[in-house]
């Protein structure tokens, strides 16, 4: 069964961190780049972060530039999604989402055609 599995979710306050995982099984991430983006209640879904196939390129939203890193390690067939100085408008549930093609990629949901099932991030006092 092909399936995108997140963890890493969870409650924090502000200005922690976070480290989300995407986890492959059923077929190789090495062949996709990978998205991550994010939904809060009554919000439009939002691209966070993606990363190309061979990890060399990588996009982030400006929300989130300077605070949030994704990598990949292709031999274990994770992505990871580091995120430092958490703030409550990052509170939503994060997904990860895979398109098959190149190095190069983008924060249009529409090109991802698999996708996990969501992790929580609530960050909070």
């Known amino acids: 069964q092909l399936q995108l599995v997140e963890s890493g979710g969870g409650l924090v306050q502000p200005g922690g961190s976070l480290r989300l995982s995407c986890a492959a099984s059923g077929f190789p991430l090495d062949y996709y780049a990978i998205g991550w983006f994010r939904q809060a209640p009554g919000k439009e879904r939002e691209g966070v972060s993606c990363i190309g196939r061979n990890g060399g390129t990588s996009n982030y939203a400006d929300s989130v530039k300077g605070r949030f890193t994704i990598t990949r390690d292709n031999a274990k067939n994770t992505v990871h999604l580091q995120m430092n100085s958490l703030k409550p408008e990052d509170t939503a549930v994060y997904y990860c989402?895979?398109?098959?093609?190149?190095?190069?990629?983008?924060?249009?949901?529409?090109?991802?055609?698999?996708w996990g099932q969501g992790t929580q991030v609530t960050v909070s006092s």
């Open positions: 989402a895979a398109v098959l093609g190149g190095n190069v990629c983008h924060l249009r949901g529409n090109e991802y055609g698999r």
